[in-house]
């Protein structure tokens, strides 16, 4: 079972895209990615909603996702959210432990 977060960070003027690139910069996204447990963790930009951005954050199960939530990187995260003054909308999505089933898999291209 994985835990995946959709969240998205919305901003005026470029600010969601700013805070990405200084989350990347700074090197807060890779110590999150070397965290015991993190399976992902990739900024992507919707292409009708510039000011968004949206984190993809998957881990390996509720316990990592509790020890990420506990780690110091939380408070950079929440002090950059503030410095840029965004707003965020969260979805939570769990796998099941069977993946893409055969009838979805026809209409995956490898």
Known sequence: ???????????????????????????????????AGNEKYDYFFPMKDPETVLLIDSWRDQEALDAHHASPMMETIAQLREKYDLHMRA??????SEGISASDSKFIKK
């Open 1 to 35: 079972m994985s835990i995946t977060m959709n969240l998205y960070y919305t901003g005026e003027s470029g600010n969601a895209r700013r805070f990405a690139e200084e989350m990347e910069k700074s090197g807060t996204a890779a110590r999150i990615r070397s965290e």
């Open 91 to 96: 979805e939570r999505y769990v796998s099941d």
